[in-house]
């Protein structure tokens, strides 16, 4: 047999098995129940409100379940959600029965808006301190709405980051088997993420506009990153603060979308794993080709990468997941990202600046002491 046809062989059997790993280790998911608002918090819970672009539609109209199918036009829509007073960093305490806002997540209320009603809102809405900054949140593969939506205020909720959080949301399958048609939902909508940052940069001047995209989701946020570039849209891009999350990019389609992209304001983050376990799924699927958020940070290509194309790429692979398969490394960055980026007066430990680094952590928790350190990779 052909060394070729051994190879694809060999491909195909890994992500069989790996599929099959993913289809056992699956626990139940959260249906749109989770999302039927209680009207009720308690005392020392925290709420996050989250507003919603989607390319998903609508189950019934005027109505806030989404499932699968692609929308014609966007839907809009807001969310209010409780984190319970025992909520640990990086965790979601998801509701079996009802929820109890005392001890798991829960909808305290929600919205459906339109447009013009989103963009009232999005641009009024401002924190206590009177901040303008914004939060975009563009989830992965396999994801149902209301995955994507808890996640999301989570992160919010852990990250104790000041601005406003904007849920985008596409229509993932939310199946394993999935991954070729969430891959087209992906892609379908890069329009309307472009548009969304456009529009964001336009009712905003002030304040900055954080993307954070994880996983596929990182495939379709440099898509439209590219897509602002080519339409001339260099304003947006320069307001833009761009992380992606083991995204699920091949290696040199990325090295052409960011020849294109060029130079960003402030460095693109990448927060890789080089065991990543879900991205070695998705590079045998596509025929063996590296994934983006699997880079080995030591090898001195990489490096040559991060300057090459001015971003900067971060193993997190210390940090501890929670999915069994090294993908959802993360959420628990959310807690950490404050102290990174640092503020105007009070600069952090670098994620701000092009090259390939490490993110060292001391111990096992969050609150342990970290380091971000970079490594002069190719001395190595």
């Not at 989607?54 to 806030?64: I, S």
């Not at 005392?102 to 809405?125: E, M, W």
């Not at 401002?126 to 808890?150: P, R």
């Not at 404050?338 to 680094?357: E, I, M, Q």
Request: charged share 15%; glycine share 8%; with cysteine.
């Amino acid at each position: 047999m052909p060394i070729a046809d051994q190879y694809h062989r060999l491909a195909l059997g890994t992500a069989a098995l790996l599929i099959a790993a993913f289809a056992a280790g699956c626990a139940p998911r959260p249906g749109p129940d989770v999302l039927a608002a209680t009207g009720r918090t308690v005392p020392g819970a925290r709420t996050v409100a989250v507003y919603v672009a989607t390319t998903r539609a609508r189950d019934v109209p005027h109505q806030n379940v989404f499932r699968s199918g692609r929308a014609d036009k966007v839907n809009f829509a807001e969310f209010t959600i409780s984190v319970p007073p025992t909520h640990q960093p990086g965790m979601i305490e998801w509701p079996v029965g009802a929820p109890d806002p005392a001890t798991t997540f829960a909808t305290v209320q929600q919205s459906v808006l339109d447009g013009p009603s989103f963009v009232r809102a999005v641009s009024h809405h401002t924190d206590a301190s009177g901040t303008h900054n914004v939060g975009v949140f563009v989830h992965g593969f396999n994801s149902n709405f209301q995955e994507s939506l808890f996640r999301f205020a989570q992160m919010a909720a852990d990250s104790d980051v000041r601005g406003t959080p904007i849920l985008f949301a596409w229509p993932s399958e939310a199946r394993v088997t999935g991954y070729l048609a969430d891959k087209e939902a992906a892609t379908f909508s890069r329009d309307a993420l472009a548009n969304l940052l456009t529009e964001l940069a336009r009712q905003r001047p002030t304040g900055s506009i954080t993307v954070i995209a994880h996983s596929m989701g990182g495939w379709l946020t440099v898509e439209a990153l590219r897509q602002l570039r080519l339409n001339g849209q260099s304003a947006v891009l320069a307001r833009l603060n761009v992380i992606l999350a083991a995204p699920d990019i091949d290696v040199d389609v990325f090295r052409q979308q960011m020849a294109v992209i060029g130079t960003l304001k402030r460095p693109l983050t990448v927060l890789v794993s080089p065991d990543d376990k879900a991205l070695s799924l998705s590079g045998a699927i596509a025929g063996s080709r590296p994934r983006v958020g699997a880079l080995n940070v030591r090898d001195p290509r990489v490096e040559e990468l991060a300057l090459k194309s001015q971003i900067q790429i971060v193993d997190i692979s210390t940090l501890k997941a929670s999915d069994g398969f090294n993908h959802d490394r993360f959420v628990n960055v959310a807690a950490l990202y404050p102290r990174l980026v640092g503020s105007a007066d009070t600069p952090g430990s670098g994620l701000r600046n092009a090259g390939a680094f490490v993110l060292n952590t001391v111990g096992t928790t969050l609150s342990a002491p970290f380091s971000l350190a970079g490594e002069a990779l190719a001395g190595e």
